[in-house]
């Protein structure tokens, strides 16, 4: 259980619950809380890319790699896979849900790939990435400043 300074503003409210009435917290309260506690913004998971990330060159761990830059440019990564098959050689941005400009932000944090939107009904993700040979993850300078 999480302790709480007593001084502290309490964000419940009462709620209607049958005959009884209830203390509780809506959405917008809890929202306040997860913000002002933890830092944590409930919202703005509801406004980031989400991104399935598949290994289409066959060079094993790229689509880790590549996941790995995803979320350094504040991009969700939902899994990561192996794709149908290890030839591709041009990585795909396929986004499906949202517009060329979804793909383009997927692009710019790869610094590869071809853009194509192929629209779905489907809720799983936005844009689906499929690693071909042609990308290439950023060198790590700190091991190479080491000399390893």
């Given at each position: 259980m999480l302790a709480r300074d007593p001084g502290a503003p309490c964000a419940a409210r009462h709620v209607a619950a049958g005959r009884r009435t209830r203390r509780g917290a809506g959405p917008d309260e809890v929202a306040d809380l997860l913000k002002s506690w933890w830092g944590v913004d409930p919202n703005?998971?509801?406004s980031q890319i989400r991104v399935v990330v598949?290994?289409?060159?066959?060079?094993?761990g790229i689509a880790g790699e590549a996941a790995q830059e995803l979320i350094r440019?504040?991009?969700?990564?939902?899994?990561?896979?192996n794709a149908d098959r290890f030839d591709?050689?041009?990585?795909?941005?396929?986004v499906r849900r949202g517009d060329a400009a979804v793909g383009e932000k997927v692009r710019?944090?790869?610094?590869?790939?071809k853009v194509v939107l192929d629209p779905s009904d489907e809720n799983v993700t936005d844009v689906v990435v499929v690693v071909g040979k042609d990308y290439q993850p950023p060198k790590d300078?700190?091991?190479?400043?080491?000399?390893?």
């Open positions: 703005a998971a509801k598949f290994n289409g060159s066959g060079k094993p440019a504040q991009i969700r990564v939902v899994d990561t896979q591709y050689a041009e990585t795909k941005i396929v710019k944090a790869l610094g590869v790939g300078t700190k091991n190479e400043q080491k000399g390893n």
